[in-house]
């Protein structure tokens, strides 16, 4: 079931399968809407582990893999073999599993300075994506949603970072203090496709409040992703959208 609320194109999945198909499809139109190279921002965490894992599966021969260029949305500061990495678990599920020419893999190096590496990927951004607006233009940026409403890394303290002119930031766990490297929001608003992967029960409270604009919806980051000239979808499983009318 897809609808739409709040500028956002909402599906509705029976299971992770379901829902993986659905990205799949986006991915492909996507792909099939440009000649040129297609430019993935990959969310971390643990949702998209099987939607990576379907893809590799089931889509490992049909799609041209070395058209896309991956980046991360965000990283985790720690090196990418550390169990915590985004990068690693994105090699893990994916990239290790697909034809991917190592050019095409531009990872955040989560061992070094957080913020000369937020400038350093700044720069590889703008060196490696087209730019829209003085910033660049992703094809297409795959996000997660945390209960608290953080997306990427930009966690409820950190609104301001989607009204600032830089990239990338350095922002800090609220409870474990680990230090992330997230996409600002201008950059993630700044994108042609914008596809939020969430499931299970424990993100249904958040979910409603966003896409309903309950009550605290604008204390929330995710509720500020709202792409300029782009489309957004919602990719939900039964449970995340259980509160949803
Ligand atoms: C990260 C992600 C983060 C994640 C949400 C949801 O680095 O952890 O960028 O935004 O998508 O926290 O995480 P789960 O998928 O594990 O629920």
């Known amino acids: 079931m897809t609808e739409s609320i709040v500028n956002s194109k909402i599906s509705i999945s029976d299971n992770i399968e379901e829902l993986s198909e659905q990205f799949a499809q986006l991915l492909m139109n996507g792909l099939n809407e440009k000649n040129d190279y297609f430019h993935v921002a ?20 049909r799609i041209n893999w ?6 991360w949305g965000d990283e985790r500061c720690v090196p990418p073999d550390h169990f915590e990495s985004n990068f690693r678990m994105a090699n893990e599920f994916l990239i290790s599993k697909v034809e991917i020419p190592d050019e095409n893999i531009f990872m955040i190096h989560g061992d070094k300075d957080p913020e000369e590496e ?44 989607f009204n600032v002119d830089s990239i990338c930031a350095v922002t800090e766990h609220p409870i474990t203090l680990q230090k992330r490297i997230t996409l600002t929001g201008r950059v993630i608003n700044n994108a042609r496709h914008v596809v939020f992967l969430v499931t299970g029960k424990s993100k249904s409270n958040v979910v409603d409040i966003i896409l309903n604009h309950k009550n605290g919806f604008n204390k929330l980051p995710a509720s500020y992703v709202n792409p300029d000239n782009g489309e957004l979808n919602w990719l939900l499983d039964k449970t995340a959208s259980s509160l949803l009318k």
């Open 66 to 71: 070395g058209k896309i260029k991956f980046f």
């Open 42 to 61: 990959l969310s971390g965490g643990s949702t998209p582990k099987a939607v990576y894992n379907y893809l590799a599966e089931i889509y490992r021969s």
């Open 118 to 161: 937020a400038v350093n990927y700044s720069n590889i951004l703008l060196a490696n994506i087209p730019s829209h607006a003085s910033l660049p233009e992703f094809d297409l940026v795959l996000l997660g949603l945390g209960e608290d409403g953080h997306t990427a890394s930009i966690f409820p303290d950190y609104l301001d970072l």
